[in-house]
């Protein structure tokens, strides 16, 4: 069984920043991409920010220069270091992996999701 953690999400002023983790844990020999996509009320869930197992990054260009994606592979743990967030950055952000678990199949995992709101 894999599980997906998610913290750091909550309320904050435009300009402010936050940080979201997200930790893997269960039967996983290897994660390959991990990434965060999030869904704003009434529209479809959108990719934000992706992480290879090499390091190599990709972004949404409306978040490009704002926000990075890392991880510590040690810990199985993704982050994402939001700045300059602005109301349109208000979503419920999920954290992805796609992963071999220990009996060598593959499986994409999602989080259960933390709230951010930008608000004055």
């Known amino acids: 069984q894999v599980q997906l953690v998610e913290s750091g999400g909550g309320l904050v002023q435009p300009g402010e920043s936050l940080t979201l983790s997200c930790a893997a844990s269960g039967s996983i020999l290897r994660i390959n991409t991990m990434g965060w996509y999030r869904q704003a009320p009434g529209k479809q869930r959108e990719l934000v920010a992706t992480?290879?197992?090499?390091?190599?990054?990709s972004y949404a260009d409306s978040v490009k220069g704002r926000f990075t994606i890392s991880r510590d592979t040690a810990k199985n743990t993704v982050y994402l270091q939001m700045n300059s967030l602005r109301p349109e950055d208000t979503a419920a952000y999920y954290c992805n992996a796609a992963l071999i678990r220990s009996d060598r199949t593959y499986l994409s995992s999602w989080g259960q999701g933390t709230q951010v709101t930008v608000s004055s």
């Open positions: 992480i290879a197992s090499g390091g190599s990054t």
